[in-house]
C-alpha cells in the first residue's frame, strides 16, 4: 500500500521557525520528485517547493523563497520542509506530494502528482 504521511504542523507565532516531515512507503522513493503545497478554505491547492530526490534540483514559489527550505532523507524515504519567518499568509493545511520523475520546470501542479499525503494544519498567529 502506498503511503505519504505528513507530520510536525501546529500552531506557531509569527516569526518562528517549523520543519513538516513526510515519510513515503509502498514505491520507489528515489524515484520521484518530494512536493508540497498548501491550501486554504476557499482556495486551490498551490505548489510551495519541489525537491528532484534523484538529481537534487528545487523549486520554490516565490512567496516562500528564502524562508523555506526543502530536502530529503533518501534512506529514511523521508522528506522535509523548513519553514523559517513565518508569516500569518502562511497559515494553512500542507499536504505532500510525490510525482514520477524530476521537478516540473515550472514548480509542482496538482496533475502531475501520483500520490498525497492527507495534509497537516499550519496555523501561524500574528
Known amino acids: 500500500e502506498v503511503q505519504l504521511v505528513e507530520s510536525g504542523g501546529g500552531l506557531v507565532q509569527a516569526g518562528g521557525s517549523l520543519t513538516l516531515s513526510c515519510t513515503g512507503s509502498?514505491?520507489?522513493?528515489?524515484?520521484?520528485?518530494l512536493n508540497w503545497f498548501r491550501q486554504v478554505p476557499g482556495k486551490r491547492r498551490e505548489g510551495v517547493s519541489c525537491?528532484?530526490?534523484?538529481?537534487?534540483?528545487?523549486w520554490y514559489a516565490d512567496s516562500v523563497k528564502g524562508r523555506f527550505t526543502i530536502s530529503s532523507d533518501n534512506a529514511k524515504k523521508t522528506g522535509y520542509l523548513h519553514k523559517s519567518s513565518l508569516i500569518p499568509e502562511d497559515t494553512a493545511t500542507y499536504y505532500c506530494?510525490?510525482?514520477?520523475?524530476?521537478?516540473?520546470?515550472?514548480?509542482?501542479?496538482?496533475?502531475?502528482?501520483?500520490?498525497w499525503g492527507k495534509g497537516t494544519l499550519i496555523s501561524v498567529s500574528s
Open positions: 506530494a510525490a510525482g514520477y520523475g524530476t521537478c516540473p520546470t515550472f514548480g509542482p501542479y496538482t496533475g502531475g502528482m501520483d500520490y
Open positions: 509502498g514505491f520507489a522513493f528515489d524515484d520521484y520528485s
Open positions: 525537491l528532484g530526490t534523484s538529481d537534487g534540483s528545487t
